[in-house]
């Protein structure tokens, strides 16, 4: 994991055993407190800690355990922050799970869940939700973005996109599945500052599994920052130049990287 240049991270990632999960943080726009005092990054530490809580309960489905880790992190704020704000901090998150039989999946927001199957490909699951929002208003602000106001009306909300935070109803709306653990090699989880590899830079999601397995995910961290500083124009992007960049790997033979 690492920051943005010149950034505070607002990036997360637990691993336990057989389980992993990363958050990205989500807000806070120029100019809106998303009526809440705490920093995006105590929330994205709040959703960690009880997601971390509850994952290790193979019983337990991923949309109730990320349903129930929004309510306690709700409940966190306490009286000072109005978390009916449609701006609200909160994060994008993925999360996995290696059980006996099965490796299951859970993405929210523009995090990514990647299936290796050996042979049989690489699957991507990334819910890119939020970059396909009819007629969205983009501002040519110190990096591209969609206004405040605009998000505000699509942020959890039918046809807009979903984040954890404060709305319990959006782990009803993630990318959840499942396949049969005989079938995956290993789960990477990644925050938008990796999965940007592919999406911008033309890396196969071969080659990102590749790179990790040769040298770990401190060259995958080292092969964003370079694309990054690489790329002619990168305000043809919506979004930052740099942004935190978080990956992990779980094997289903051995567990997680
Ligand atoms: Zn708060």
């Given at each position: 994991?690492?920051?943005?240049?010149?950034?505070?991270?607002?990036?997360?990632?637990?691993?336990?055993?057989?389980?992993?999960?990363?958050?990205?943080?989500?807000?806070?726009?120029?100019?809106?407190?998303?009526?809440?005092?705490?920093?995006?990054?105590?929330?994205?530490?709040?959703?960690?800690?009880?997601l971390?809580?509850?994952?290790?309960?193979?019983?337990?489905p991923?949309?109730?355990?990320?349903?129930?880790?929004?309510?306690?992190?709700?409940?966190?704020?306490?009286?000072?922050?109005?978390?009916?704000?449609?701006?609200?901090?909160?994060a994008?998150?993925?999360?996995?799970?290696?059980?006996?039989?099965?490796?299951?999946?859970?993405?929210?927001?523009?995090?990514?869940?990647?299936?290796?199957?050996?042979?049989?490909?690489?699957?991507?699951?990334?819910?890119?939700?939020?970059?396909?929002?009819?007629?969205?208003?983009?501002?040519?602000?110190?990096v591209?973005?969609?206004?405040?106001?605009?998000?505000?009306?699509?942020?959890?909300?039918?046809?807009?996109?979903?984040?954890?935070?404060?709305?319990?109803?959006?782990?009803?709306?993630?990318?959840?599945?499942?396949?049969?653990?005989?079938?995956?090699?290993q789960?990477?989880?990644?925050?938008?500052?990796?999965?940007?590899?592919?999406?911008?830079?033309?890396?196969?999601?071969?080659?990102?599994?590749?790179?990790?397995?040769?040298?770990?995910?401190?060259?995958?961290?080292?092969?964003?920052?370079?694309?990054?500083?690489?790329?002619?124009?990168?305000?043809?992007?919506?979004?930052?130049?740099?942004?935190?960049?978080?990956?992990?790997?779980?094997?289903?033979?051995?567990?997680s990287?």
């Amino acid at each position: 994991m690492e920051a943005a240049p010149t950034s505070t991270n607002e990036d997360r990632f637990a691993v336990g055993d057989g389980w992993a999960l990363v958050l990205d943080g989500a807000g806070r726009y120029p100019g809106e407190s998303g009526g809440c005092v705490h920093p995006v990054a105590w929330v994205v530490e709040r959703l960690t800690a009880h997601l971390s809580a509850c994952l290790p309960h193979p019983d337990r489905p991923l949309t109730t355990i990320v349903r129930s880790a929004i309510k306690a992190t709700m409940a966190d704020h306490g009286p000072t922050c109005d978390i009916t704000d449609p701006l609200s901090p909160g994060a994008t998150g993925a999360v996995a799970r290696v059980g006996k039989d099965q490796v299951e999946w859970l993405v929210l927001g523009d995090a990514a869940v990647v299936i290796d199957q050996g042979a049989n490909g690489c699957t991507s699951i990334v819910d890119d939700r939020v970059d396909h929002l009819p007629d969205a208003p983009v501002v040519e602000g110190r990096v591209r973005t969609y206004s405040p106001a605009y998000v505000a009306t699509v942020r959890n909300q039918p046809n807009g996109f979903w984040v954890l935070g404060a709305v319990p109803d959006a782990a009803d709306h993630a990318l959840v599945g499942s396949l049969p653990r005989r079938s995956v090699d290993q789960v990477l989880l990644c925050s938008d500052g990796v999965s940007r590899l592919t999406e911008r830079y033309a890396w196969t999601w071969r080659e990102v599994f590749d790179l990790h397995a040769t040298s770990g995910p401190e060259a995958l961290i080292r092969a964003v920052r370079t694309a990054e500083l690489d790329d002619p124009n990168p305000r043809r992007w919506r979004g930052k130049r740099h942004d935190d960049a978080t990956v992990v790997v779980l094997r289903t033979d051995t567990g997680s990287d």
